[in-house]
């Protein structure tokens, strides 16, 4: 069957494309949640328990690992769900919807219990719309995926009555070295996270839709060689970079929960795709130029107030940065 016959037998419509983009939208949202989350974690575990109770340290660091692990299970899922879409002639969101952090165990898993019940709903919805205008593929792929809500949603249940250690208000005052940590500096890390939900979405999405165009190549051999495999590569280095972009965006999350502050979870800029290959390459290239410059500025505003931590995380972020500029540098030239 060629590729017109299949299109013709998969009555699309722009109101499938929402619904199948709302599905996105959810996972890019849970996989932010879940993962800041397990970010907290990090601040919960050293805050709240005492180090005696060694079952109970086991419980949080077993959550910790849980709640990264799903998330990129979320995120995977976006990619499948980005993947059909570019594939049935659509074009993949980048919008995310609005994450709910909470403040310890118990609230992380009523809230996952809330998320994932919510994703059942729309996944069954779409099983039951793919059914009907016989997209057979996208209804399999929504019921593996269902499973796995399913699997997600009973773990949650599991800890929603865990009893959790509540931090205690400290009762000594505002300790004089914290005092460097105001709310304009958090201000100015968080326009660090946001730049690497950014990263995180963007290149997703263009790593699915330059997939599809290397599905699609032209077959002369000089297309082959100018475009084609420019395609590919560019896929994969994406893929490549969005891991790094993760860790970053763990690493400065940990770093403010840490501090006491809150993280965002709202990309900005808010993350562009393109509509070819050498889009992609111009867009991320201008992506992490910008982060470079709002790292250097961190750098210089840490070391000002003397947060050795944070300027080190810093150094070491702008040099990856730097070499995904490179990366996507050399494919311009
Ligand atoms: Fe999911
Ligand atoms: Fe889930
Ligand atoms: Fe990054
Ligand atoms: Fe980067």
Redesign the pocket.
């Known amino acids: 069957m060629s590729r017109s016959e299949f299109f013709m037998a998969v009555k699309t419509s722009p109101e499938y494309f929402d619904l199948l983009n709302q599905a996105v939208e959810r996972e890019f949202m849970v996989s932010i949640q879940y993962f800041l989350q397990h970010a907290k974690m990090e601040k919960i575990i050293k805050r709240t328990i005492p180090e005696n109770i060694i079952l109970d340290k086991t419980t949080y660091e077993a959550v910790g690992k849980f709640l990264r692990e799903i998330s990129i299970n979320e995120m995977k899922h976006a990619a499948d769900i980005m993947e059909r879409i570019y594939y049935l002639g659509g074009e993949a969101t980048t919008k995310s919807g609005k994450p709910t952090i909470g403040n310890s165990i118990s609230e992380f898993a009523q809230l996952g219990v809330k998320a994932e019940e919510e994703a059942l709903m729309l996944y069954r919805k779409i099983i039951e719309t793919a059914g009907q205008i016989g997209d057979w593929q996208t209804r399999e792929l929504f019921e593996k995926i269902y499973r796995q809500e399913e699997e997600h949603l009973f773990k949650f249940q599991e800890y929603t009555s865990f009893q959790d250690e509540k931090e205690e208000p400290s009762k000594v005052p505002y300790p004089e070295w914290r005092k460097i940590f105001t709310d304009d500096y958090f201000d100015l890390l968080n326009k660090a996270v946001a730049a690497e939900i950014t ?1 995180i979405i963007q290149y997703t999405n263009q790593h699915e839709k330059a997939a599809l165009l290397e599905l699609r190549r032209k077959n002369t051999a000089l297309e082959t060689v100018m475009d084609t495999n420019k395609a590919e590569v560019v896929s994969k280095l994406l893929k490549e ?1 969005f891991m ?2 993760m860790e ?1 965006f763990e690493k400065i999350s940990e770093r403010i929960y840490l501090l006491d502050g809150e993280a965002t979870f709202t990309p900005d800029p808010l993350p562009v795709v393109g509509e070819t290959v050498l889009d992609f390459l111009r867009l991320d290239h201008a992506l ?1 130029s910008s ?1 470079i410059l709002l790292y250097r500025q961190i750098i210089a505003e840490a070391l000002k107030r003397g947060d050795t931590t944070t300027r080190h995380l810093f150094e070491e972020i702008v040099r ?2 730097e070499d ?1 500029f490179w990366d996507f540098d050399d494919f311009l030239r």
Do not use: K, W
Request: aromatic fraction near 0%.
């Open positions: 990263g970079i790094v972009e970053h992490e982060a990856q940065e995904h």
